[in-house]
């Protein structure tokens, strides 16, 4: 099979994303025969249809969304390949870590002043976000590094390490049936609502969209739905829900992931000195 460019690349993922190709070609600011025409090309090329297009309608093919998933990754990891060599050029180049606020477990302190202690030890911009979209921080290259929590954030094309273990707990109304117990299972909670997270596709919630943990906490306060999550992330506990420990989850761990494929001083010396600082632990 023919090799694409990634210009070309471009070009279908915005198709693919609009599934129109007026409104791709206005994204791409391009005239639309240069478009269609740039897709067809990319088609006879590759042997196979990318998209089922007739007047009123343009879906992909099963060709199509391969494509548009590998697509993406192949032209993320061009951007961080162009990127990481730019900055790998330059000696005053700052550290950037990704995190959603509050998600540190409380080791982000120690960890700052270990690095800093570090001959090699350079400025750490911190960048907040979202649920979804921090490890494609890190895929992409806008990112060298950052604290995930698994199992949820998925670490396919990162390198990992543990820093901390712990339990997970349901949060529900102070006034719920659950408040009062020691602990709890995963049973305990069926027929319960549960957020839907923003921007994280599957996931067996079915109550109303969040964006971050502030959100859930003030859903969970006027008692729309529940929430697990881990202990740390609702620590201290705030007033109107109660934390519950389940039993049966299984333990959260926070990571520190960076792109598999990038061997650069810079991060390795922040992953020691994370690693010096970090406490795996058990969970409790």
């Not at 109304?173 to 596709?201: I, N």
Request: net charge neutral; with cysteine; glycine share 10%.
């Amino acid at each position: 099979m023919a090799e694409l460019e990634t210009r070309e690349l471009e070009y279908f993922l915005a198709v693919a994303d609009e599934l129109h190709f007026g409104r791709a070609a206005a994204r791409l600011s391009i005239a639309q025969p240069a478009l269609s025409k740039a897709i067809r090309r990319m088609e006879a090329r590759l042997g196979v249809p990318l998209f089922a297009r007739s007047s009123r309608h343009v879906a992909l093919t099963p060709s199509g969304r391969a494509l548009q998933e590998h697509g993406r990754h192949a032209l993320n990891a061009v951007g961080a390949a162009a990127r990481s060599a730019r900055r790998a050029a330059d000696p005053h180049a700052h550290l950037r870590l990704v995190l959603k606020p509050g998600g540190d477990a409380g080791l982000l302190s120690g960890i700052l002043a270990a690095y800093a202690r570090r001959p090699d030890a350079r400025r750490v911009d911190i960048l907040f976000s979202g649920p979804a979209d921090r490890t494609d921080f890190l895929r992409g290259g806008r990112a060298d590094v950052g604290l995930l929590y698994a199992p949820f954030d998925d670490l396919g094309g990162l390198a990992h390490e543990t820093l901390h273990i712990e339990d997970r707990v349901a949060i529900v109304p102070s006034g719920h049936r659950l408040a009062g117990r020691a602990s709890a299972r995963m049973a305990d909670l069926d027929g319960e609502t549960l957020p839907r997270w923003k921007g994280v596709p599957g996931g067996d919630g079915t109550g109303p969209e969040v964006a971050d943990a502030v959100q859930l906490l003030h859903m969970i306060t006027l008692g729309r739905m529940v929430g697990v999550l881990p202990r740390s992330l609702v620590e201290p506990v705030p007033p109107g829900v109660a934390c519950v420990p389940v039993t049966d989850a299984p333990p959260s761990r926070l990571v520190l992931a960076w792109n598999e494929h990038d061997r650069r001083p810079l991060v390795a010396s922040f992953v020691a000195a994370a690693l010096e600082s970090g406490d795996p632990g058990d969970p409790g």
